[in-house]
């Protein structure tokens, strides 16, 4: 495992809704800096909306000063414009960490849900489930907005593939062997 402390932003590309998120990892340490949506469904021209991601995602940098960019990659979709806007969205969305020398990491949805469900097809509400599992979210603060989850998906989907985040901990031969070393842990 990677010891040393990273920030990873994470993006859900969308010209409608786009997902943010900023994990903190230092070893097997990992704590959310935030997480949300930059919502762009009232602005009606597509520019517009490219230059809001543009400057959005600056600002996150400059605020949060992240070591590294996650993007999830295109999906085919049946509808060529709308997978031409998103192909837009992410397009922006990587020149501007580009023009603060981020670090590019790109991950297909496929990878993103091995890496937090360890099955390829789950669903968003299954990711976002598991993440709320393995980051501590109370109930009251998981997004409305699963673009949200997903771009913490795509963040802790590099952190994951930085190394076992278990590497750090203890190991155990056998079931028996954690048993005996965690007397306080095992209830008869």
Known sequence: MNSRAQTILGIDPGTTYMGYAILHTEGSKTEIADF?????????NHY?????IFFFVQELID??????????????????QTMLRLAHGQGVAIAAALSRDLPINEYSPMKIKMAI????????????GMLQRFLHIPQEQ?????????????????YLQLGSPMSD????KSWADFAKRNTDKVHK
Do not use: R, W
């Not at 605020?63 to 060529?80: H, I, L, M, S």
């Not at 998981?142 to 590099?158: E, Q, R, S, V």
């Not at 901990?169 to 155990?172: E, F, G, I, L, P």
């Open 117 to 128: 469900t360890g099955n390829g097809h789950a669903s968003k509400e299954q990711v976002a």
């Open 36 to 44: 949300g949506v930059l919502d762009l469904h009232k602005l009606e």
């Open 142 to 158: 998981m997004p409305k907005k699963l673009d949200a989850t997903d771009a913490l998906a795509i963040a802790y989907c590099h």
């Open 63 to 80: 605020k949060y000063e992240p070591t590294t960019f996650a993007v999830e990659t295109q999906f085919v979709d049946k509808n060529v």
């Open 169 to 172: 901990a203890v190991k155990y």
């Open 48 to 52: 517009e909306k490219l230059q809001k």
